[in-house]
């Protein structure tokens, strides 16, 4: 598709929004989305708040690129004074947006000629033994001796690929079945999508094949303190770095405890797309003004995991770290160039903000954004601008906004939904419950929030002490504050949830209470503020569980009339845990009602 009929006049699309705003009576399932004016670090609006039942939710993203995290205080209190809407007007940069067309114009025109990798022919025997070289330490790469020398035997050969296993690890022949799963996936699946879907991948050692290692040192990196599924190393890709710096090989590493199915499915999925975008950025002939550097980590990963949902395999990569986000989406940074420089390569709800950020990208822009992200030589913001035709800044209000309505049944003019993927029901092995809100009362209200650099918080104004509601946001300028005011329909049901700790410490119970309207309770579950990955320690929630039995056990009936209170039996609780708790249910109409609390001591974001 040409690069000038994908742009999308987004700005427009909202500022046409706003000045009908104030004239457009609520509709079912609409929603109205303001993006407000911020000076110097400061928002004031004055908002008609007639009604008892009023929710709006404040939408606060930082632009800044700094880790932060910044301090943001929401204030609010009944006033007299007239309504008052301070409305961003659209961002508009002629000079900028031909830039961005201009270079993507030049793209599309190299990935029309652009020339194939050198094909080479599949060696008939490749070598029965091999040795690679692996950092096995923290940070010192130039120390020849925090690498490990690990010699290992051919397994199995493929039409694309061959596998060698490290010869240290104790059951190899346990191991075959594994080695066979790996084959036959990559053969039959992740190759020719790769291939057809998002680019190729250099054949450095010119044999033919991709090579797969599996190793058990994949269990104790870092001195014993790093276990990691598998990895790529873009060192390997190259021909004259040095042993034991590369290894002069198109390959990955992968943890000989992997299994056969779903899961080792994934991880081949997601680390060929690593492969694929080195080679392609690196070595790839596009813009000779761009230079030629791997991409950034934070669209690195968010592509290799929107490989993994092309395939379809599990969510086992993916569920708890789009959970960890949604449990606390001030905490983490979306845009982070070098995920281990910042220290933050572990972290997984900052994985799940990018993933959940280009997954609604793609829906905006386009199915194909994916290979034109990967087939270039740009990187970070600019790679994604010149793919979207769209500045960052407009993207990332928007695509924080999708979010929250993303599963609640509400749409908002120029907002582009959040498709296919429901974030207010089970993911996997998570329940998840929408992005956690933090609820101020829009009558002597005064809440304080850290906001992660290139995070995102979200504020539910509710319970007005009048017909019209003050409410302002502070910051310090330097976090490049974004303000969006999201206007939900009239006679929304509301549920709130408080946490009590009991008196040994070691259980809680919970108070929920309906506002605004019935609700039927559904689901409940509690998960770790910053899960692990392993389900099973990580969540009270279980897939297959009949729909219901968690509600009855905790709260009883599951029916709850407007104005009603629930309070649970006592729930036994992991020791010295942070939790979330949530309560998932439906209103009279239908339409998803979630709530969530934290208990416990919050960890510093």
């Known amino acids: ?153 051919l397994r199995a050969v493929g039409r694309h690929c061959q596998v060698y296993v490290d010869r240290n690890h104790r059951d190899r022949a346990g191991l075959q079945p594994t080695v066979e799963d790996a084959v036959r996936t990559f053969d039959e699946a992740v190759y020719p999508l790769a291939r057809r879907q998002l680019g190729q991948v250099l054949d450095v050692d010119r044999d033919g094949r991709f090579t797969i290692l599996f190793t058990p040192w994949l269990a104790r990196l870092q001195k014993g303190k790093v276990a990691l599924g598998g990895f790529v190393r873009g060192s390997d890709f190259y021909r004259d770095v040095a042993a034991p710096f590369g290894n002069h090989c198109d390959m990955m590493y992968l943890n000989t405890d992997l299994k056969p199915g779903p899961h080792l499915r994934t991880l081949l999925a997601h680390e060929y797309t690593h492969a694929v975008v080195f080679s392609e950025h690196v070595f790839g002939e596009y813009l000779p003004v761009a230079g030629r550097r791997d991409e950034e980590s934070w669209l690195n990963e968010a592509l290799a995991h929107m490989a993994e949902e092309a395939h379809g395999y599990s969510w086992s990569n993916l569920d708890y770290r789009v959970s960890a986000f949604l449990n606390a989406p001030q905490r983490y940074r979306l845009v982070v160039p070098d995920y281990y420089g910042a220290g933050i390569w572990r972290d997984p709800g900052t994985r799940g903000s990018a993933y959940l950020f280009l997954r609604w990208c793609r829906d905006r822009c386009g199915a194909d954004l994916p290979a034109r992200l990967i087939q270039s030589n740009l990187q970070g913001t600019l790679n994604l601008e010149v793919a979207a035709q769209q500045r960052f800044a407009d993207l990332f209000r928007e695509w924080s906004a999708a979010l929250l309505l993303a599963g609640t049944g509400a749409a908002a003019d120029g907002v582009a939904p959040l498709r296919g993927l429901d974030l207010r029901r089970p993911l996997g092995s998570r329940m998840l419950c929408g992005p956690r809100c933090e609820e101020v009362p829009l009558h002597r209200g005064d809440h304080e929030i850290h906001v992660a650099g290139t995070g995102v918080a979200y504020v539910l104004l509710h319970s007005p002490g009048a017909a019209r509601s003050r409410v302002t946001v502070t910051a310090d300028p330097a976090a490049e504050l974004q303000v969006s005011l999201i206007r939900l329909p009239g006679r929304t049901a509301r549920l709130s949830l408080r946490c009590e700790t009991g008196p040994d410490g070691k259980s809680v119970r919970l108070t929920v209470r309906t506002h605004g309207g019935a609700v039927r309770l559904e689901n409940a579950a509690w998960e770790r503020l910053v899960p692990s990955g392993e389900a099973a320690t990580d969540t009270s929630y279980r897939p297959g569980a009949q729909t219901g039995t968690t509600v009855r056990a905790w709260f009883g009936e599951p029916g709850l009339e407007p104005g009603e209170s629930r309070r649970s039996a006592s729930l036994p609780i992991p020791a010295g845990a942070t939790l979330v708790f949530r309560v998932t249910g439906t209103d009279r109409q239908g339409n998803p009602v979630t709530t969530q609390a934290v208990h416990g001591a919050r960890p510093a974001p």
């Open 1 to 153: 598709m040409d690069a000038q009929k994908r742009r999308r006049p987004g700005a427009c699309v909202f500022a046409l929004l706003l000045l009908l705003a104030p004239c457009i009576l609520p509709r079912a399932h609409a929603a109205s989305v303001v993006p407000l004016t911020v000076r110097d670090g400061r928002c004031e609006a004055v908002l008609a708040t007639a009604r008892p039942d009023e929710q709006l939710y404040l939408v606060l993203g930082s632009l800044s690129r700094a880790a932060g995290p910044c301090r943001v205080t929401v204030r609010t209190e009944a006033t007299t004074g007239p309504e008052t809407v301070p409305i961003e007007p659209p961002a508009r940069d002629r000079a900028e947006a031909a830039y961005l067309c201009e270079l993507g114009e030049r793209l599309e025109r190299v990935r029309r000629r652009r020339t194939q990798f050198e094909q080479f022919v599949s060696l008939a025997e490749p070598p029965r033994e091999k040795v690679f070289h692996l950092f096995t330490g923290e940070q010192d790469f130039r120390n020849t001796r925090e690498y490990a020398a690990v010699a290992a035997e």
